[in-house]
């Protein structure tokens, strides 16, 4: 049987060793990128100059320059051994994608071998065939043109795959009429609109400051099973998670035994994948921890957010082929095996300034603290106003099963700030008055503050681990995005947030300050207004309770466990006016990718439903019945013996349970098949997300029970995929 084969298999590998180009990183570090240090040596002086700069401040290249930096580009490549080049994008479909063009061209007229060309016009936009990327009714298929565009603020790199070289381009993709197709472009006008509303307010504090951005740093969770084993089931080859699977008994415990050590193969693994993230400029530095068992994650240090995105979209890439050349496979769902832990990626986000301060640090002088507080202020408010769009940002099939479920923040929004910025809340919110202000006490009221907030650098203990959205001394955790994410959606949510708030913060100083009021009267005044208001999403007790999804529910705080229902908190009008009042959606460009989520999310229910009923119908329906054949054949056999019927009264029982269980099976695939039919009718993307996930996927946990059922009274010897404790078993 092939499962048996598998193990075999897997058991037998050897591991695979990793040889390092050197012995020190810093000898191999990002030289697969073309950083600002190489493209130094490669461009004249005053062109340099030029590209840095515009880099920094965001602005466009003009053409020429973009000739420039695309001969130093191709000299530095082919240096390199790259052959092609290519526009690197992330389109909505969740992975990356790009389209390999050769710098060489052959000589046609017989002259010579013809040569290796690069020009400006190619660096800058590409017109990929973009007909089959997911545009939500934007570009009609006949039109079918999208543009890829450079982003000269994340830098191009080489990626190796086996020998072959190629140089990628970070490209923003967008439509023929100019709406965005991808994460990058919206997440782009984010940053550049945050800047614009964070400078000002910085500016009262820091005069040298001139550039505002938000930094990232994201943990990404996942699993690894061998390759043999990971080809016998199905459903991990589909849909990237097992849809049948009964679990160990006593769950994740039960396995220290086999996986409190790094096993060797997974080391080789990890090394490997190491040097080549490091080699990309990636700064991860691996944990070596895992939850689950077959579980493991890795860290980068923060970087600002559009490289970091960037960095995590590579690294998934990156971590899935390197998997593959140890023979194992490496899985980035949400929610791989049931009754486990899931995988997430902790989006660690912040804000800092082009002078090096991290805007959610807490600092040393009453000035710096309340610079701190107003920005930890104006998160809470911006998360308190559009908590439902975060929890939209974070809605997928995938994630669905982990928030809610083990060791996985809810569906509820809520804060964690931790006990001592709850007490400097609460002094803001009781000590600053309603009329015009008491200069007296607001400078007692500022040193108190300030006397508070070092014991929080001291105590950095003081965390909940149970917080989807969670301060952490110097930064927000975003705990509830799902492993296989683009961080780029929730990232892009949290700097439109915060730029809307700090718009309207600053609005609301200035009309005070218009009436007369002193300019840290106003500033206390507004961040006591802040904090009433946002009250109700501060929590500090257990997320996971049972308790709290009711409390949560008095508070007003929603909790839509299922995708398809999160997604319509992108079609309100609050939502709306969101996006398109802050520039970085317009109404028809998040209409648009609102529909291609709902089209994401009933492909992912189809083909799981598809390959569910498959595998029940085609493997555990007929391992059932050759096991209740081998009952009988020993029941009749038994009886012609003449043994008294008392004892063969629970063979009997078994042969008639499995009959139950395998017309049940039977009747809910059927069922399934007709309500996917059902659905399949219907034309609209959101309605058919809804009857996907009402009508389709119930059927999901029935068939799965009866299935896990029959798993545990089959003989193992003929029992077809492998089980839980064998995927789980990564040598
Ligand atoms: P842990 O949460 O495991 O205790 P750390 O506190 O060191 O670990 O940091 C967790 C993550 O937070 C790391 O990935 C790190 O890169 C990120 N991080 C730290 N500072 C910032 C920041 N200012 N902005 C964004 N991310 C940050
Ligand atoms: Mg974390």
């Known amino acids: 049987m092939e499962r048996f084969t598998a193990l075999d298999e897997a058991i037998n590998r050897e591991k695979i060793d990793v040889k390092f180009p050197s012995a020190r990183i810093s000898d191999y570090f990002a030289t697969n990128v073309f950083t600002l240090d190489t493209m130094k040596r490669y461009l004249a002086k005053d062109i340099f100059k030029r590209v840095k700069s515009a880099i920094a401040g965001g602005k466009k290249i003009d053409r020429e320059t973009a000739n420039q930096v695309a001969a130093a580009m191709k000299a530095w490549a082919i240096e390199k051994n790259a052959k092609s080049f290519t526009h690197w994008f992330q389109p909505l479909t969740g992975a990356t994608a790009e389209k390999h063009d050769s710098f060489f061209v052959p000589d046609i007229n017989g002259g010579g071998n013809g040569i290796e060309t690069f020009s400006g016009d190619e660096l800058v936009q590409q017109e990929p065939d973009a007909s089959s990327f997911p545009s939500g009714g934007i570009r009609q298929?006949?039109?079918?043109?999208?543009?890829?565009?450079?982003?000269?603020?994340?830098?191009?790199?080489?990626?190796?795959?086996?020998?072959?070289?190629?140089?990628?381009?970070?490209?923003?993709?967008?439509?023929?009429?100019?709406?965005?197709?991808?994460?990058?472009?919206?997440?782009?006008?984010?940053?550049?609109?945050?800047?614009?509303?964070?400078?000002?307010?910085?500016?009262?504090?820091?005069?040298?400051?001139?550039?505002?951005?938000?930094?990232?740093?994201?943990?990404?969770?996942?699993?690894?099973?061998?390759?043999?084993?990971?080809?016998?089931?199905?459903?991990?080859?589909?849909?990237?998670?097992?849809?049948?699977?009964?679990?160990?008994?006593?769950?994740?415990?039960?396995?220290?035994?086999?996986?409190?050590?790094?096993?060797?193969?997974v080391y080789a693994f990890m090394l490997d994948f190491e040097q080549e993230a490091h080699k990309l400029g990636i700064p991860v530095r691996t944990r070596h921890n895992e939850v689950a068992p077959g579980q493991f994650e890795l860290a980068p240090m923060f970087e600002e957010a559009n490289i970091a995105v960037d960095h995590n979209q590579l690294i998934m890439d990156v971590l899935k082929r390197v998997a593959q050349r140890h023979k194992l496979r490496c899985l980035l769902h949400e929610k791989p095996f049931a009754g486990i832990n899931g995988s997430g990626k902790h989006n660690n986000w912040s804000m800092a300034t082009d002078t090096g301060k991290n805007l959610l640090s807490p600092g040393s002088t009453p000035k710096t603290n309340l610079l701190f507080l107003t920005f930890f202020v104006n998160v809470i408010k911006a998360v308190y106003d559009h908590a439902d769009v975060l929890r939209a940002a974070i809605a997928s099939a995938g994630n669905d099963h982990r928030l809610g479920a083990n060791e996985a923040p809810p569906a509820i929004i809520s804060i964690f700030v931790g006990e001592h910025l709850s007490q400097v809340l609460d002094e803001v919110a009781s000590r600053v008055k309603h009329g015009k202000s008491d200069e007296k006490a607001n400078a007692d009221l500022k040193m108190d503050i300030h006397k508070i907030i070092p014991d929080l650098l001291k105590d950095n203990t003081d965390r909940n681990r149970t917080s989807p959205f969670a301060f952490t001394g110097n930064k927000f955790e975003i705990r509830a995005v799902g492993s296989s994410a683009n961080c780029a959606l929730p990232i892009t949510v949290m700097n439109t947030i915060m730029a809307n708030q700090l718009k309207a913060f600053k609005k609301e100083m200035d009309d005070l300050i218009k009436d007369g009021e002193s300019k840290d009267g106003a500033l206390l005044r507004v961040l006591r207004r802040c904090i009433n208001t946002a009250k109700p999403i501060l929590f500090e007790g257990d997320n996971y309770s049972e308790a709290w999804a009711k409390e949560a529910e008095k508070r007003g705080l929603n909790n839509v466990k299922a995708t398809p229902y999160a997604l319509d908190f992108f079609e309100t009008k609050k939502a709306k006016k969101l996006f398109t009042s802050n520039g970085v959606l317009s109404e028809k460009e998040l209409e648009a990718r609102t529909e291609i989520y709902y089209e994401n999310y009933v492909l992912k229910i189809q083909i799981e439903a598809r390959i569910l009923g498959e595998i029940a119908m085609t493997q555990v329906v007929p391992a059932a019945v050759a096991y209740q054949n081998n009952l009988i054949e020993n029941l009749l056999g038994l009886k012609e013996l003449g043994v008294k019927k008392a004892a063969l009264a629970s063979q009997t029982a078994l042969v008639e349970t499995i009959s139950e269980r395998i017309s049940t099976i039977q009747e809910n695939v059927h069922a399934m098949i007709e309500a996917r039919k059902k659905a399949n009718k219907l034309e609209d993307a959101e309605k058919k997300a809804k009857v996907y996930c009402d009508e389709v996927k119930p059927y999901f946990d029935t068939i799965r029970y009866h299935c896990d059922k029959l798993e545990l009274v089959i003989d193992n010897e003929m029992w077809p995929l492998p089980k839980y404790r064998e995927l789980l078993f990564v040598r």
């Open 141 to 265: 298929t006949f039109e079918a043109r999208g543009y890829t565009a450079w982003d000269p603020s994340s830098p191009a790199f080489i990626m190796e795959i086996g020998e072959g070289r190629t140089l990628c381009i970070p490209t923003i993709f967008v439509s023929y009429t100019g709406e965005a197709l991808d994460y990058k472009a919206p997440l782009l006008k984010s940053i550049n609109q945050l800047d614009e509303a964070a400078l000002p307010i910085v500016r009262m504090f820091d005069r040298h400051a001139t550039r505002v951005t938000s930094t990232l740093g994201w943990e990404q969770e996942y699993f690894l099973v061998d390759e043999a084993l990971f080809f016998s089931r199905p459903d991990l080859v589909l849909s990237g998670r097992t849809v049948i699977g009964q679990s160990p008994a006593k769950g994740q415990q039960l396995d220290d035994h086999y996986f409190g050590a790094i096993p060797e193969r």
